[in-house]
């Protein structure tokens, strides 16, 4: 008999008992978290043992929860670099969800289930229950359709005739001989090598709940029904480029393109530039006061991820605060219809006031070069040194002129819609080559090529619905995985989300 409550709250003829059982079932899952009961979680802490900051102590903690298969040993390198060079410096928590890694093994495994394991973790932690929030590849409205291979991943780890009180490298190489028969990747058995642990009497074990997770395979593919709820902090969404785990097909030249009255805000000038920022994570003494800070500003059609490499290397030889930009209309900044030499040191000059950065060593190239050159003559007072990269204040290069033909071809461009961002570099590349004849050239201006969103098409409509401030990115070239096959660039996306500053307008 079912109880009274749902038997009145659901009005459903000539449904049979099965039936009810059913959406009963459904509905519990999906009640409140207080209403389940939690597992205990495993986790690992990375904090400074030195003196720490008032801004440092009421920093929130940073909490990261792996993926399917994975646990919190697949995060540790990246939390120790989260814990040096958070912004404040926060605590930097990894847990292992239920089910895998060591915690708790249970028959329950749905997402009401995972966040009443979390809420009840959180109150042992104490913070603040959500600061912001990074999602790492998986959308809450579409299912990639790889995930329904996970089912087969699960039968070939049950398949696998463990060994027993042999060398740890002796039956990782036995059990990955069996996988290699039906998981061809290299990669993916690696990964999936990490669940195999040896237990106290020699033998071998999966340390994921493969039972557990396999029943339970449909909670975990689809995102639970959460009616009206939404969670309006900041949150990043970060997509690998060549996953389809967030559906997101359009490829276009995004970086530079052409103006249309639709690119416009309603106010003209008020906006911030994108940038990144290189910096210690400890405070300076007195002793030894903070050197001046670097602000770099690049070239026409370049963007502030042409300077990672040179950037990371200045500041780990000088020890001086890096902010590499993007330029109106360029790389992330906003786009607007004015372009000028004054249009750019204007935007420079509110950055400067907005950082609080009272004295200034700049750095620009070609384009770069040219505003960084004005600022210097109309704010002599604020810059400290000027370095110019290959630009004139006098004269332009001839080569200048193909500068426009490229912008026409970029301008008249048309891409197939639904093409990856690999076939679609290709097709860019062919068509440029005509006026390009260098490659290097080419594969600079390919570098603005960026995925895009398509209202009709994409996943972020509707998770604006549910988390109306977030942001979605992509870095190129990761799979679903992206953590593991692009660490650095997961990194440096993700610290500039953590260490921005939260305003009242976010």
């Known amino acids: 008999m079912l109880p009274v409550k749902f038997r009145n709250g659901i009005k459903v003829s000539k449904c049979s008992q099965q039936m009810y059982l059913k959406a009963y079932q459904i509905l519990r899952n999906l009640t409140s978290t207080e209403t389940l009961e939690p597992v205990k979680l495993s986790y690992a802490t990375y904090e400074s043992t030195g003196s720490a900051t008032e801004a440092d102590m009421q920093a929130p903690a940073l909490v990261i929860m792996h993926g399917l298969f994975g646990s919190k040993a697949n995060w540790g390198s990246l939390c120790k670099v989260y814990q040096q060079r958070t912004d404040p410096q926060r605590k930097i928590v990894a847990v292992d969800a239920r089910n895998h890694g060591d915690s708790t093994h249970d028959k329950n495994h749905t997402y009401a289930h995972l966040a009443a394991d979390i809420r009840a973790f959180l109150e042992q932690l104490k913070p603040e229950l959500v600061d912001r929030l990074i999602v790492a590849d998986i959308s809450p409205v579409t299912t990639s359709p790889n995930l329904n291979s996970m089912p087969a991943l699960f039968q070939a780890l049950e398949s696998v005739n463990l060994p027993s009180e042999i060398p740890m490298s002796q039956a990782r190489a036995t059990v990955d001989l069996q996988l290699s028969k039906s998981i061809p990747e290299k990669t993916l058995r690696s990964f999936l090598l990490t669940n195999l642990v040896q237990r106290d009497n020699g033998s071998y074990n999966w340390r994921v709940n493969i039972p557990v997770l396999l029943s339970n395979f449909n909670n975990i593919a689809r995102f639970p029904l959460v009616n009206d709820l939404q969670y309006e902090g900041p949150v990043l969404f970060l997509g690998g480029g060549n996953s389809d785990f967030i559906h997101i097909p359009i490829v276009s030249f ?236 997961f990194l440096n996306i993700t610290l500039e989300f953590l260490n921005r500053k939260i305003t009242s307008s976010d």
Not at 430 to 445: D, H
């Open 254 to 489: 995004a970086r530079t393109k052409s103006f249309q009255q639709a690119d416009l805000l309603q106010n003209e000038d008020n906006f911030d530039l994108s940038y990144a920022s290189y910096e210690l994570t400890e405070s300076y003494s007195k002793s030894s006061p903070q050197p001046t800070p670097l602000v770099i500003l690049h070239g026409l059609m370049g963007s502030k991820n042409n300077w990672n490499s040179f950037c990371k290397r200045f500041h780990e030889n000088n020890k001086n605060k890096v902010f590499a930009l993007d330029a109106r209309n360029h790389g992330d900044s906003p786009h607007r219809r004015e372009h000028s030499y004054d249009n750019l040191v204007i935007d420079l000059r509110r950055f400067l006031y907005k950082m609080d950065i009272k004295k200034v060593c700049l750095l620009g190239h070609s384009m770069g070069g040219r505003a960084v050159m004005l600022f210097a003559l109309k704010y002599p007072d604020l810059v400290e040194k000027l370095v110019v990269a290959d630009m004139s204040p006098i004269t332009t290069s001839s080569n200048f002129k193909k500068t426009t033909e490229i912008l026409l071809v970029l301008k008249k461009l048309e891409l197939p819609k639904n093409v990856p961002l690999s076939e679609a570099r290709k097709l860019v590349g062919e068509i440029l080559a005509p006026v390009v004849k260098s490659n290097a050239v080419t594969a600079f201006l390919l570098t603005n090529l960026v995925q895009k969103m398509d209202g009709r098409k994409s996943d972020y409509p509707n998770i604006l619905k549910l988390f109306p401030n977030a942001e979605l990115k992509f870095i190129e070239g990761a799979g679903h995985w992206l953590h593991s096959e692009k660490p650095a660039e």
